[in-house]
């Protein structure tokens, strides 16, 4: 199961950490998984290069772990922009578990 923990700082998501594989198919098969790892790379993509950000992303050798953290000192827009991309993000993986819920799993910390 992959479960996935978003990190929040009052009611601002600072960042999350992505850790497991669903399982719910053989590798290059696994539909969750793709899903997931998608979700990701699009956020990472959209702060990063988009807009421009220094996120911190850490990815494991065996792509298991993920973890990735907003950088601090964001202007208002910015940081309205980021939010609305982290809670799109949660909205979209506990909707993934309400279809997969023995493959996916979400929590906030």
């Known amino acids: ?3 996935v923990t ?13 850790r497991g594989h669903s399982d719910y198919a053989d590798a290059g098969a ?10 990701i790379r699009l956020v990472d993509a959209t702060v990063n290069e988009v ?3 220094a996120a911190s992303v850490k990815i494991s ?11 601090g000192g964001l202007s208002a827009s910015v940081d309205g922009t980021c939010q609305a991309l ?13 279809e997969y819920p ?4 979400v929590l906030e910390d």
């Open 51 to 53: 807009l421009g950000l």
């Open 61 to 71: 050798e065996n792509d298991s772990e993920i973890c990735f953290r907003l950088p």
């Open 6 to 18: 978003f990190q929040t700082e009052g009611n601002r998501i600072i960042g999350f950490e992505s």
């Open 30 to 39: 696994d539909i969750v998984c793709a899903a997931i790892t998608s979700a």
């Open 86 to 98: 982290m809670a799109g993000l949660m909205v979209y993986f506990a909707e993934l578990h309400d």
């Open 102 to 105: 023995d493959n996916i799993e």
């Open 1 to 3: 199961m992959t479960t």
